[in-house]
């Protein structure tokens, strides 16, 4: 009989790669609303926005005023990507509790998403990094394109393992590894985990999953079997990086918890509220989304 873990952190990041990707937009007001709902589920950690160039990503540009008017509770970590210094500034200005970094193993999607070879990525990181945790913030690192790239194909493990150690070694506290266009399945999260944990400890990696075609959850089972107590997930299944074509929405969070709850894997987040803050969104951007637990409750 496999053990699983008992008890697991879920990380929200519905109101940053849930809306990145978005068409319409969801105005201030509704996101504060909403990421209130999300604080209120029992979810401790919520990524509520990016500190990007809003050129690039229109969705999110009130960042600062989503961080400002939001009721925070205590014992929730309010979260924010910040690629860069000056993203930083304003993360700091929005008293944000951790920044989240972000880069990817692939040299091409890197480019597209951040303007920057890999290489050049490092050090604007590394100074984000220690100008974060002097300013008392902790730092969340992702790596993106883990098990593949929108442009490149598949990618070397080394790359992989470079990234993860370099950012590690800046001083992240945890390490996100992303499945951006969700083509992974459960043989490759396993072998890439297995090489993983032989240099970090499992409780500083986090699984990010897109559900793009349908292995998701099958890819967290395998994450559960090897250890891995960190899950990042969007509520509804909203997302996806406007700089991968063909990425689709992120594991729904709603169908995690559902999954999580009749393993008795411990969580700590209601289904009742959670359901609640997706269909909330859901009515927000007037389409379907690709929840399943979201759809089968609204069809009783
Ligand atoms: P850039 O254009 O190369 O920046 O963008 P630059 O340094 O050359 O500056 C150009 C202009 O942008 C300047 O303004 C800067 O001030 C401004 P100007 O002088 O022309 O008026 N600027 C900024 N403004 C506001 N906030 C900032 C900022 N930085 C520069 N932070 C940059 C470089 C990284 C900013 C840009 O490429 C960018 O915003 N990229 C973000 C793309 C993105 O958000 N992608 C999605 C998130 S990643 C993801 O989804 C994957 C993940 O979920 C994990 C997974 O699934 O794998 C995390
Ligand atoms: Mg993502």
Known sequence: MV???????????GPRDGLQNE???ITTED???????????????IEISSFVNPKW???????????????????VTYAALVPNQK????????????AAIFMSASETHNQKNINKSMQDTFPVLREVVQDSLS???????????????????????NSVLRVSETLFDMGISELSLGDTIGV???????????LLLQRFPSEKLAMHFHDTRGTALANILASLEMGITNYDGAVGGLGGCPYAPG????????????MLAGMDIETGVDQEKLFLAAKFIQEKLDRMLPSHNLQARLAI
């Not at 690192?141 to 593949?148: D, R």
Request: aromatic letters at 8%.
């Open 87 to 98: 993203g930083l500034e304003r993360a700091l200005e929005a008293n944000i509790d951790e």
């Open 23 to 25: 068409k319409a937009f």
């Open 31 to 45: 996101k504060i609303n909403w990421i209130n709902q999300l604080s209120l589920t029992g979810l401790k950690y």
């Open 247 to 258: 990425a689709s929405g992120n594991l729904a969070t709603d169908d995690l918890v559902y």
């Open 135 to 157: 300013a008392g913030k902790t730092v969340r690192g992702y790596v993106s394109t883990v098990f593949g790239c929108p442009y490149e194909g598949s990618v070397d493990v």
């Open 57 to 75: 990503i229109p969705a999110l540009a009130d960042a600062l005023e989503v961080a400002k008017g939001i009721h925070r509770v205590e014992g």
């Open 3 to 13: 053990k699983w873990p008992e008890k697991v952190t879920l990380k929200e990041v």
């Open 184 to 194: 992974a399945n459960p043989k490759q999260v396993q072998e890439l985990l297995e």
